[in-house]
């Protein structure tokens, strides 16, 4: 079994696979008569001929370690994760290998943090950790297969 180390999460280092939800250093405006920070369009949401949906995920929770046997990806829209409450939570991606998988990696994802995963982009299942956790959930929904699942050999991730 290989073993991978749980990385900080920046922009940068996320990059490849989508983008980082949480609010910039300074705003893009302010709106509501100066109440309200405004950090406009942190991601976009990739339809691919359908339309944008909102769900709420309830997930399980997991402890480290923990080990990766199944991944998905949604090839015709982007998938945004954004937790409802006010724990880290694991977010385990890896890049297209001709159509397989290639190397994961796995990033801590901070409290009040999201990602928006860009379409196509392989991901493990929901993970937070220690305690189950909500999520608010933006994808696509229409036409066209847009969910391929695989098993993988196990990866364990830790700390």
Do not use: K
């Not at 290989?2 to 940068?12: G, N, Q, V």
């Not at 705003?27 to 944008?52: F, K, Q, S, W, Y």
């Not at 290998?97 to 299942?125: E, I, K, M, Y």
Request: with cysteine; aromatic share 6%; charged share 20%.
């Amino acid at each position: 079994m290989s073993t991978i180390r749980i990385e900080p999460l920046t922009a940068a280092a996320f990059a490849p696979f989508g983008e980082v939800l949480t609010p910039r250093a300074m705003p893009d405006r302010m709106i509501n008569a100066g109440r309200c920070e405004r950090h406009h369009a942190l991601a976009t949401v990739e339809r691919g001929g359908g339309e944008a949906i909102i769900s709420l995920f309830r997930s399980q929770a997991v402890s480290l370690p923990y080990d990766c046997t199944l991944l998905e990806r949604h090839p015709l829209g982007s998938q945004a994760f954004m937790p409802l409450g006010d724990q880290p939570w694991l977010s385990v991606v890896a890049p297209d290998d001709d159509g397989r998988p290639g190397a994961l990696r796995a990033f801590l994802v901070p409290a009040h943090t999201g990602v928006n995963l860009h379409a196509g982009t392989w991901h493990g299942v929901l993970t937070p950790l220690d305690q189950p956790a909500d999520f608010l959930v933006v994808d696509r929904e229409g036409p066209g297969t847009n969910l391929e699942e695989v098993t993988i050999p196990a990866v364990r991730i830790t700390a």
